[in-house]
């Protein structure tokens, strides 16, 4: 008697920036969950991660923002975010936000164990070598800090674009050096933040590619803002819109040609 294959249940944890600014990056992620074996859910009342308020301070709302999210994700085999800030939040933080509570310490880390970059969750977890779109561009990609540094993403992005057909990849200096943006950074720092947002710009330009790709929302807007502020020509895109081979939409700050 054969015995019935059920595909793994992931959660979309969708992101306040994917939602509110670019639900493309949603739909794209929820293709390539698809692509990759699994069935894709939304939970209707999840909300922020709560990143803001842990970064300024407030750990009350970020715990009760974290229980929230845990209460309404931990039912999947999955957690999976198109967003390397938010997914190192689920993941590496929220742990800290609970830990030597009787209640909620156990429940979290069994939540935090099952949360995933989109890249990373798609390589890393199922597998996936490459994919099946074509794009006739020369691209660059920045790695966004919080998905490189507390999630170890890098390879994981650059192997599935070296499967597109016709996309070249063109490495800019500094991939990995910060973008400015850094959440509230920006806001409370907005002189430094600008600078170090030219300095990248500049970066990305001397590669001569046509097509600027990361995998965080808030690092993308800050630099496709800053491009279109000075004229340039080069689009802007999640990467997961890239994999996904769902780039009819505008680009991110209707940024390039």
Not at 30 to 56: F, M, R
Not at 72 to 88: I, K, L, N, R, T
Not at 105 to 116: G, H, I, L
Not at 222 to 248: C, F, Q
Request: charged letters at 25%; proline letters at 4%; aromatic letters at 6%.
């Amino acid at each position: 008697m054969s015995q019935v294959q059920t595909r793994p249940k992931v959660g979309l944890f969708a992101t306040c920036l994917v939602d509110l600014f670019r639900p493309s990056v949603g739909f794209s992620a929820v293709k390539l969950i698809e692509d990759a074996g699994c069935d894709v859910h939304v939970p209707i009342a999840q909300t922020c991660c709560g990143q803001p308020a842990y970064n300024s301070g407030d750990t009350k709302d970020t715990r009760d923002l974290a229980k929230q999210v845990i209460e309404q994700f931990e039912g999947f085999d999955y957690v999976v975010a198109p967003s390397g800030s938010c997914g190192a939040m689920l993941k590496m933080h929220y742990p800290e936000l609970f830990k030597g509570d009787a209640l909620w310490e156990e429940r979290c880390r069994r939540f935090s164990d099952k949360v995933f970059e989109l890249v990373s969750f798609l390589t890393d977890v199922r597998g996936m070598t490459e994919v099946e779109v074509r794009l006739d561009r020369t691209v660059t990609y920045h790695d966004s800090c919080s998905g490189l540094r507390e999630l170890g993403i890098s390879k994981q992005p650059r192997a599935l674009l070296s499967s597109v057909e016709g996309l070249e990849l063109k490495e800019m200096a500094g991939s990995d050096v910060c973008c400015g943006f850094g959440g509230t950074f920006c806001v409370k720092y907005p002189d430094i933040s600008g600078k170090i947002v030219s300095k990248k710009t500049a970066m990305i330009s001397e590669t001569g590619a046509e097509l600027l790709l990361a995998g965080d929302m808030g690092c993308l807007m800050n630099m496709a803002g800053k491009l279109k502020r000075e004229g340039s020509t080069i689009e802007v895109r999640h990467v997961a819109e890239v994999l996904a081979g769902m780039t009819d939409s505008r680009p991110i700050a209707g940024s390039g040609k």
